[in-house]
C-alpha cells in the first residue's frame, strides 16, 4: 500500500548544503531543518555530483551526529557522482553504498586524466577521488577567475582524451562553477532523479509534490 506524503525535498549538495567554496557546512541550520523533515516521517534525497567519500564526510556524517534517532536516516536517499553511487542508511544507522558498475571509468582514461591534471594544470587544480568519474576540481587558494579560464583550456583537452581513446559515443566533458569531469552520457542529475523516483517506488511512498 502507497503512503502518500505532502511533499519531498531534493537537495543537490554544492552551494546548497555546503559552502561552495569552503567545501563545507558553514551553516549547521540547515542539517537541523533536513532532520526536522526526516523525523516528520517524510523522505529526503540529496542528488550531487559529488563522490560519495566526500558527501560521506562533510555532509552524512554530520547529519549522522546530530540525530537521536538513527531510524530516521531511513527516510533518506542519496544518489553521488551523478548516479553513478547510491547510499542509504540501515536499520543500524550505517551507510550501505552501490556502485553502478556500468558507469565506472576505464582505469587507462582515469590514469590519464590524473596526468594531465600534474603535469598542466597543478596550479590552479586538484584531481579529486571517485569511483565512477573522472574529476578535476578548483585547487584551495586560486581565484574562481583563473580557474576558470583554465578550465576552458582543461574542456578542450579532456574531450581530445576522450576522442583519442575512441570514446567520444560514451563519455561528455560536463563542467561546473569548481569542477570539470568526464562522465557516462547516461550519466547526470537527471539519472539521480530517476534514482530517487525508484527508491520512492521501492518503498511505497507517494509525494503530492517535490521541493
Known amino acids: ?27 549547521p541550520l540547515i542539517l537541523d531543518y533536513v532532520i526536522k523533515i526526516l523525523e516528520r516521517g517524510e523522505p529526503v534525497a540529496l542528488n550531487t555530483g559529488r563522490g560519495i567519500d566526500w558527501t560521506q564526510d562533510v555532509v552524512l556524517n554530520p547529519l549522522k551526529s ?19 553511487i547510491t547510499a542509504k542508511f540501515n536499520q543500524n544507522g550505517s ?30 587544480m586538484r584531481y579529486e577521488d571517485k569511483k565512477t568519474m573522472s574529476t578535476t576540481k578548483i585547487k584551495e587558494g586560486t581565484s574562481l577567475g583563473k580557474f576558470q579560464e583554465d ?25 561546473s562553477t569548481i569542477g570539470t569531469n568526464i562522465m557516462y552520457k547516461t550519466a547526470g542529475k537527471d539519472r ?20
Open 1 to 27: 500500500m502507497m503512503k502518500t506524503v505532502d511533499y519531498m525535498l531534493i537537495l543537490d549538495v554544492d552551494g546548497v548544503i555546503t559552502n561552495i567554496e569552503k567545501e563545507i557546512v558553514t551553516e
Open 95 to 124: 551507510l550501505d553504498i552501490s556502485v553502478d558498475e556500468s558507469l565506472k571509468m576505464p582505469k587507462d582514461l582515469d590514469q590519464k586524466v590524473r596526468e594531465l591534471v600534474t603535469e598542466k594544470y597543478s596550479q590552479s
Open 151 to 175: 578550465q576552458k583550456e582543461i574542456i578542450k583537452d579532456l574531450q581530445e582524451l576522450i576522442d583519442s581513446f575512441g570514446l567520444g559515443h560514451k563519455f561528455k566533458v560536463d563542467a
Open 192 to 211: 539521480g532523479i530517476e534514482l530517487v523516483l525508484e527508491w520512492l517506488s521501492r518503498r511505497k511512498i507517494k509525494p503530492q509534490k517535490f521541493i
Open 66 to 84: 546530530k540525530v537521536s534517532k538513527p531510524q530516521i536516516l531511513k527516510k533518506l536517499f542519496v544518489v553521488a557522482e551523478s548516479g553513478g
